[in-house]
C-alpha cells in the first residue's frame, strides 16, 4: 500500500516537491493555505505531512501547532527561514524535523522515509513494551502512556523528546553516539546532516534540569554524543 505525504505549499511552489515525491512511489496530496491543509489533514489521514512555513493566509507554525492537536502524524517542516529560533519553536511545537531552503530533494524524500520507517518502528515498540516503565529517582517515564513525571508533576513532551529521553534512558550510563540517535529516534543514516538532535538535547534539559546547574541527567560527550547519568536513587525497569 502506498504512502501517502500531504504536502502543504503556497501556490506556485508546491508541483516540484509534489512530482518529486510522487517520482519515489509515493501517493502525494497538496494543500496550498493553512485552512485547506487543516482539512485534508483530518479528511486524508496522511502518513507523512511536509509543510512549508510561507503560506498564504495564515503562519506555517501556527498550522504546525494546530496539527499537533489532534494527530501524531510525522510533521516536516520547511522553511527559507534560518534563525535558530524558528528552528526551535518549529520543534517546540511538534515538528518531526525542519528542513532549510535549499535542500537537497533527496535528502528530503530520504527524511520522509525516515519518518515512515520511525512510525512503524513506534507502533511495533509499544505494542511489545507495553506497560514498561523506566524510574530514575526523580524521574518517571511510561512510554505507553506517554507520560513523563519529576518530582510527580507531569512533563509536557513532544513525541519525539520522550522518543529522544527514552533512546538514553533505557541505555543509563551508557554514551550513545549522535548517528545512533539520530538513526533510531529520527530513521536518519549519517548521509542525513540536520541539527535536530541538538535542538531537542536543548529543549529536554529545559524540562528536566535546573537552569542554573551542570546538567544532571542528559550529558554531553565532546564529538560523540550524549549520555543519560542515573540518579543516586536505584532504577528500576
Same mark, same amino acid.
Given at each position: 500500500?502506498?504512502?501517502?505525504? %500531504?504536502?502543504?505549499?503556497?501556490?506556485?511552489?508546491?508541483?516540484?516537491? &509534489?512530482? &518529486?515525491?510522487?517520482?519515489?512511489?509515493?501517493?502525494?496530496?497538496?494543500?496550498?493555505?493553512?485552512?485547506?491543509?487543516?482539512?485534508?489533514?483530518?479528511?486524508?489521514?496522511?502518513?507523512?505531512?511536509?509543510?512549508?512555513?510561507?503560506?498564504?493566509?495564515?503562519?506555517? %507554525?501556527?498550522?504546525?501547532? /494546530?496539527?499537533?492537536?489532534?494527530? #501524531?502524524?510525522?510533521?516536516?517542516?520547511?522553511?527559507?527561514?534560518?534563525?535558530?529560533?524558528?528552528?526551535?519553536?518549529?520543534? #517546540?511545537?511538534?515538528?518531526?524535523?525542519?528542513?532549510?531552503?535549499?535542500?537537497?530533494?533527496?535528502?528530503?524524500?530520504?527524511?520522509?522515509?525516515?519518518?515512515?520507517?520511525?512510525? /512503524?518502528?513506534?507502533?511495533?515498540?509499544?505494542?511489545?513494551? /507495553?506497560?514498561?516503565?523506566?524510574?530514575?529517582?526523580?524521574?518517571?517515564?511510561?512510554?505507553?502512556?506517554?507520560?513523563?513525571?519529576?518530582?510527580?508533576?507531569? %512533563? &509536557?513532551?513532544?513525541?519525539?523528546?520522550?522518543?529522544?529521553?527514552?533512546?538514553?534512558?533505557?541505555?543509563?550510563?551508557?554514551?550513545?553516539?549522535?548517528?545512533?540517535? %539520530?538513526?533510531?529516534?529520527?530513521?536518519?543514516?549519517?548521509?542525513?546532516?540536520?541539527?535536530?538532535?541538538?535542538? &531537542?538535547?536543548?529543549?529536554?534539559?529545559?524540562?528536566?534540569?535546573?537552569?542554573?546547574?551542570?546538567?544532571?541527567?542528559?550529558?554531553?560527550?565532546?564529538?560523540?554524543?550524549?549520555?543519560?547519568? #542515573?540518579?543516586?536513587?536505584?532504577?528500576?525497569?
Amino acid at each position: 500500500m502506498q504512502a501517502t505525504v %500531504l504536502v502543504v505549499q503556497s501556490p506556485g511552489g508546491a508541483a516540484p516537491m &509534489h512530482d &518529486h515525491l510522487e517520482g519515489q512511489g509515493f501517493e502525494v496530496a497538496a494543500a496550498t493555505t493553512g485552512a485547506e491543509a487543516l482539512v485534508m489533514q483530518r479528511r486524508l489521514q496522511p502518513d507523512v505531512l511536509v509543510l512549508d512555513l510561507a503560506l498564504p493566509d495564515v503562519d506555517g %507554525l501556527d498550522v504546525c501547532r /494546530r496539527i499537533r492537536k489532534q494527530s #501524531e502524524v510525522p510533521l516536516i517542516i520547511v522553511s527559507s527561514r534560518p534563525s535558530e529560533l524558528d528552528r526551535v519553536l518549529g520543534l #517546540e511545537l511538534g515538528a518531526d524535523d525542519y528542513v532549510v531552503k535549499p535542500y537537497d530533494a533527496e535528502e528530503l524524500v530520504e527524511r520522509v522515509k525516515a519518518s515512515l520507517r520511525r512510525v /512503524r518502528g513506534s507502533r511495533q515498540a509499544a505494542s511489545a513494551r /507495553r506497560g514498561h516503565v523506566l524510574e530514575f529517582g526523580a524521574i518517571k517515564i511510561d512510554r505507553a502512556a506517554h507520560c513523563v513525571t519529576l518530582n510527580g508533576d507531569t %512533563l &509536557h513532551l513532544t513525541p519525539m523528546e520522550l522518543k529522544l529521553l527514552w533512546a538514553l534512558a533505557e541505555r543509563a550510563g551508557e554514551v550513545v553516539p549522535s548517528e545512533r540517535l %539520530l538513526l533510531e529516534v529520527w530513521g536518519y543514516p549519517d548521509t542525513v546532516k540536520t541539527r535536530t538532535l541538538d535542538v &531537542h538535547i536543548g529543549r529536554l534539559r529545559k524540562k528536566l534540569e535546573d537552569a542554573a546547574a551542570d546538567p544532571r541527567y542528559i550529558i554531553t560527550v565532546p564529538r560523540i554524543g550524549y549520555k543519560f547519568r #542515573e540518579d543516586t536513587a536505584t532504577s528500576k525497569r
